[in-house]
């Protein structure tokens, strides 16, 4: 799966959650819940609709590895090959 994909996919989920956001609303290196506006369990809706869409779990112990886009993508990048 390239980076775009991948970044598709991760906004996809994102709106499931925040249908107003657009990718360029997220700025990549910034927190995603304060970004697109979601609270703690907004941000658990969304890990569960990118799990749904990827097959990939994150555990609550990797939360601080996936709280920005950039790396979200790279989380996701090593555990989809």
Do not use: H, W
């Amino acid at each position: 799966m390239s980076v775009d994909e991948l970044k598709q996919l991760i906004v996809a989920a994102i709106q499931e959650v925040a249908p107003e956001i657009e990718e360029s609303d997220i700025d990549p290196d910034e927190d995603i819940r304060e970004e697109c506006d979601i609270d703690s369990m907004d941000f658990l809706n969304f890990l569960a609709a990118l799990k749904n869409s990827s097959g990939v779990n994150i555990p609550e112990a990797d939360y601080p590895q996936v709280n920005t886009l950039t790396k979200m993508l790279k989380y996701m990048a090593e555990r989809l090959g």
